[in-house]
């Protein structure tokens, strides 16, 4: 005859550990981005590609990168920038961001950085996002990740992340910018010339 009380203390336990195990989830912000929910590497590409215009082989590159480094985004912005530097930076820009999910909305961004330059330029930018868990969570500021900007045959993408969701803007050509490295860029629901 089965121990009744070493089967309920078992149940007693998994459903402890079912407990906590269901609590500690959302306090981790756990994401695992699926295939469902998230974009392939060769989709991404070719909506660059078709974005800016043209492809090269450092646009691939930079897009191999992030996916080798941060998987795959379900989410990602199409936009345009102005930036200006004199080693102290600023930058603007506007785009519209697209979940896997087809949801989307409007984005501004400005901020300010610093480099070892001095010019401005108008450019597009193309931003892979990773674990965005809705629309609204973009706007914030996202510092960007120090020694993480990345230059391939004409191709630049750098990491900015907050609160365990990380951007990757790719930016082709002339105007690529050291200092977008260092500092943040705040993304907004409106646009501000206000960089802070």
Same mark, same amino acid.
């Given at each position: 005859?089965?121990?009744?009380h070493t089967s309920i203390d078992r149940r007693h336990a998994l459903l402890r550990f079912g407990a906590l195990l269901s609590l500690a989830t959302?306090?981790?912000?756990?994401?695992?981005?699926?295939?469902?929910?998230?974009?392939?590497?060769?989709?991404?590409?070719?909506?660059?590609?078709?974005?800016?215009? =043209?492809?090269?082989?450092?646009?691939?590159?930079?897009?191999?990168?992030?996916?080798?480094?941060?998987?795959?985004?379900?989410?990602?912005?199409?936009?345009?920038?102005?930036?200006?530097?004199?080693?102290?930076?600023?930058?603007?820009?506007?785009?519209?961001?697209?979940?896997?999910?087809? =949801?989307?909305?409007?984005?501004?961004?400005?901020?300010?950085?610093?480099?070892?330059?001095?010019?401005?330029?108008?450019?597009?930018?193309?931003?892979?996002?990773?674990?965005?868990?809705?629309?609204?969570?973009?706007?914030?500021?996202?510092?960007?990740?120090?020694?993480?900007?990345?230059?391939?045959?004409?191709?630049?993408?750098?990491?900015?992340?907050?609160?365990?969701?990380?951007?990757?803007?790719?930016?082709?050509?002339?105007?690529?910018?050291?200092?977008?490295?260092?500092?943040?860029?705040?993304?907004?629901?409106?646009?501000?010339?206000?960089?802070?």
């Open positions: 005859m089965p121990n009744t959302p306090a981790l912000g756990v994401y695992a981005a699926t295939e469902d929910d998230s974009f392939d590497q060769d989709s991404m590409l070719k909506a660059a590609t078709e974005f800016f215009g =043209s492809t090269t082989e450092g646009l691939a590159k930079v897009i191999e990168k992030a996916f080798k480094e941060k998987g795959r985004p379900n989410a990602y912005i199409k936009g345009e920038e102005v930036s200006a530097a004199l080693t102290v930076g600023l930058r603007y820009g506007e785009g519209r961001l697209t979940m896997k999910n087809g =949801s989307g909305e409007p984005v501004f961004w400005a901020g300010p950085s610093v480099g070892f330059d001095a010019g401005a330029n108008a450019s597009k930018v193309f931003t892979l996002i990773y674990k965005l868990p809705d629309a609204g969570a973009i706007y914030r500021r996202f510092p960007g990740v120090d020694g993480s900007l990345y230059y391939i045959g004409g191709a630049g993408i750098n990491y900015q992340s907050s609160e365990g969701i990380t951007l990757a803007p790719i930016r082709l050509g002339v105007g690529l910018r050291a200092g977008a490295s260092v500092g943040y860029l705040h993304y907004r629901r409106e646009k501000s010339l206000n960089p802070f």
